[in-house]
């Protein structure tokens, strides 16, 4: 975890991720992590008003000047799902290239 602590299987945690895969996008909950489709509404906590894309458009807006740089800080575990996660995603967005 980003504070040190080990992450625990069995332990419940709050995630913060955007509309697409809040609702199901990507199958990330549904056949990544077993969620059934019929209650990933019933685990969200907060909703906000606006999406992700908003907030940042508004940061931008308000910075005038962005220079982005990635930290790499966070990555999916277990990676033996995630690789084939993200290569079919991909394929899905856009298409073998």
Do not use: C
């Not at 975890?1 to 990507?26: C, H, L, Q, T």
């Not at 906000?48 to 907030?55: F, G, K, N, V």
Request: glycine letters at 10%; zero cysteines; hydrophobic letters at 35%.
């Amino acid at each position: 975890m980003s504070n040190g602590e080990p992450f625990i299987m069995d332990k419940w945690y709050n995630v913060a991720m955007n509309s697409y895969r809040g609702n199901g996008g990507g199958e990330l909950l549904t056949r990544g992590a077993g969620i059934p489709k019929d209650s990933i509404k019933g685990r969200i906590i907060y909703e906000s008003e606006h999406d992700q894309r908003y907030y940042i458009m508004k940061e931008i807006e308000d910075a005038k000047i962005v220079n982005p740089k990635t930290n790499d800080n966070w990555k999916f575990v277990p990676s033996s799902l995630a690789i084939p996660a993200i290569r079919r995603d991909k394929d899905l967005l856009f298409g073998n290239r």
